[in-house]
């Protein structure tokens, strides 16, 4: 692990991860790897809430080169202890522009129809990454440590922020905005500035490629079942006829 990055979601933590991915040489581990994996589902949701917060680093991170978003970024400061070599990148941006970013995640995302539904399935990725995301984000014990309006969340948002500066030493840490593009991640690194174009990606704007993922789920969901209907319903009727 080389870089740990405390910053919370929607602060540019997707457009970074392609950026380390391309510095580093090795895949970046980002939330979405929870919502896609129900292995690494398992291995978050059972270290949460059956083993009391205690993690193995390695069997999550190995082959990894950074971590970045929620839930990782909730435990920086015991990565950095796992990872003493590893730096600190701590996204920013105004605190009025992130809620509105995350109301748009929450909106269009987390409350669609197709999450909920599929969320309400017990033991799928959807389920665990759920309770992982009421537990680590939403509820008093996680980041909004149960803030609700938008105000107290950006103000959780900024307290959050500034604890990190406050916490990680200035030799260790990197306060960004992708908005600054290669330079400050390559000097934090000590690597050369590429030659391509720094990859923004996920802007509020562009979030369909997660919404059409969702969608698609639940369309597989209910094609399985109906076809477990009318094939039952073919049997029944071959059988008893």
Not at 23 to 32: A, D, F, I, K, V
Not at 76 to 86: G, H, Q, T, W
Request: hydrophobic fraction near 40%.
């Amino acid at each position: 692990m080389k870089v740990i990055c405390a910053g919370w979601g929607r602060t540019g933590t997707r457009s970074l991860k392609y950026a380390l991915e391309h510095l580093n040489g090795e895949p970046s581990y980002h939330m979405q790897n929870i919502l896609l994996s129900k292995n690494d589902a398992i291995k978050w949701h059972d270290s949460i809430f059956q083993h009391n917060h205690k993690f193995n680093w390695e069997d999550i991170f190995k082959g990894y080169g950074a971590c970045l978003d929620f839930p990782s970024c909730n435990y920086y400061k015991e990565l950095m202890e796992a990872y003493p070599d590893a730096k600190v990148i701590l996204t920013v941006r105004d605190a009025e522009s992130w809620v509105k970013s995350w109301n748009v995640l929450n909106n269009q995302i987390l409350n669609s129809f197709a999450f909920r539904f599929l969320a309400k399935i017990p033991y799928t990725s959807f389920k665990l990454q759920k309770d992982i995301h009421n537990k680590m984000i939403l509820g008093p014990d996680g980041a909004f440590q149960g803030a609700v309006t938008d105000q107290e969340r950006m103000k959780k948002f900024n307290e959050w922020n500034q604890s990190v500066i406050d916490y990680v030493p200035e030799d260790r840490l990197l306060v960004y905005q992708v908005k600054e593009g290669w330079e400050p991640i390559c000097k934090l690194l000590d690597k050369p500035i590429p030659s391509i174009s720094f990859p923004y990606k996920n802007k509020t704007k562009n979030m369909g490629h997660m919404s059409r993922f969702i969608n698609a789920m639940f369309v597989l969901l209910i094609l399985f079942i109906l076809g477990i209907v009318i094939s039952s319903v073919f049997f029944g009727v071959q059988y008893f006829g």
